[in-house]
């Protein structure tokens, strides 16, 4: 399944590529909804034009191709904007809100059995 990802995630385990040091990869975790269902970490990559590199935990806005099969999902940046402030900083969430989980827009298609959604209360 191929699909367009946005939204604020937290990067982290930063490393970059030996071929082009230009390149890097980040651990994200994606949040899941739904009985049971545990977040699934993700891959970004991402050509940030410079050999510097993120701090774990920063927080970034993130536009990106997504291809994700069971438990696995690789993201390639269109776009990659880190919040600013230093993530090391105590104060560093105070900017952002308070949620228990992170929103993500997907936009895209799958296929598989079609869901049965007359079960739901009204």
């Known amino acids: ?16 590529e030996d ?13 899941v909804c739904g009985e049971g269902a545990s977040d699934v970490v993700g891959k970004i990559c ?5 050999t510097s590199q993120f701090e774990n ?9 997504a291809w994700a099969k069971p438990n696995d999902i690789l993201l390639e940046a269109i776009s990659f ?5 230093d ?3 105590n104060f560093y969430f105070n900017a952002y809100p308070d949620i228990q ?17 007359s079960s739901l209360a009204d």
């Open 1 to 16: 399944m191929s699909f367009q990802i946005t939204g604020l995630f937290q990067i982290g385990d930063g490393v970059q």
């Open 101 to 117: 989980t992170t929103y993500a827009f997907v936009v895209g298609w799958c296929r598989g059995p079609p869901i049965d959604f």
């Open 81 to 85: 904007e880190p919040c600013p402030g």
């Open 57 to 65: 935990a920063t927080v970034i806005h993130i536009v990106a191709k």
């Open 46 to 50: 991402h050509y940030a034009g410079t």
């Open 19 to 31: 071929n082009d040091p230009r390149m890097a990869r980040y651990t994200i975790s994606l949040p």
């Open 87 to 89: 993530p090391t900083d």
